[in-house]
Nanobody
Framework: VQLQASGGGLVQAGGSLRLSCVGS????????MGWFRQAPGNEREFVAA????????YYADPVKGRFTISRDNAKNTVYLQMNSLKPEDTAVYYC????????????????WGQGTQVTVSS
C-alpha cells in the first residue's frame, strides 16, 4: 500500500482544513485507516482512526468534537475534516493503514504516507 496525504496549509485559529489520503497499489477497503500528527520535538501522536467499512471511528481527546475522520472506499481515500483549529494543532499530519492495528499506537501501523504540514496561527 502506498499512501499520499495532502490538504495541509496555513490557517488562522478557528479555521478549517480537510486533509485527504489517497491509496495506491492496493485497495484500502480492507484496511483500518488512521491519522497521526507530530509537532517539532514531540513524539508522533494518534489523532483519529476508522475501521475498514467506516462503521466505527476513534478520536484522541484533544480533537473530539472538532475533527471528523471519514472514508470513501470507492475513491480509495480517507479524509480528516478539521474544524475550530487551534495553534496547538500545528504539526505534520500523517495517514496510516493497517489490517489490524492497535489504534492508538503508531508502532502498530504498517503503512504510512509522507505527511502534510498543518500550521495554525493565533
Amino acid at each position: 500500500v502506498q499512501l499520499q496525504a495532502s490538504g495541509g496549509g496555513l490557517v488562522q485559529a478557528g479555521g478549517s482544513l480537510r486533509l485527504s489520503c489517497v491509496g495506491s497499489r492496493r485497495a484500502l477497503s480492507g484496511y483500518a485507516m488512521g491519522w497521526f500528527r507530530q509537532a517539532p520535538g514531540n513524539e508522533r501522536e494518534f489523532v483519529a482512526a476508522i475501521i475498514w467499512n467506516g462503521g466505527i471511528t476513534y478520536y484522541a481527546d484533544p480533537v473530539k468534537g472538532r475533527f471528523t475522520i471519514s472514508r470513501d472506499n470507492a475513491k480509495n481515500t480517507v479524509y480528516l475534516q478539521m474544524n475550530s483549529l487551534k495553534p496547538e494543532d500545528t504539526a505534520v499530519y500523517y495517514c496510516a493503514a493497517d489490517l489490524r492495528p492497535t489504534y492508538g499506537s503508531s508502532a502498530s501501523w504498517d503503512f504510512w504516507g509522507q505527511g502534510t504540514q498543518v500550521t495554525v496561527s493565533s
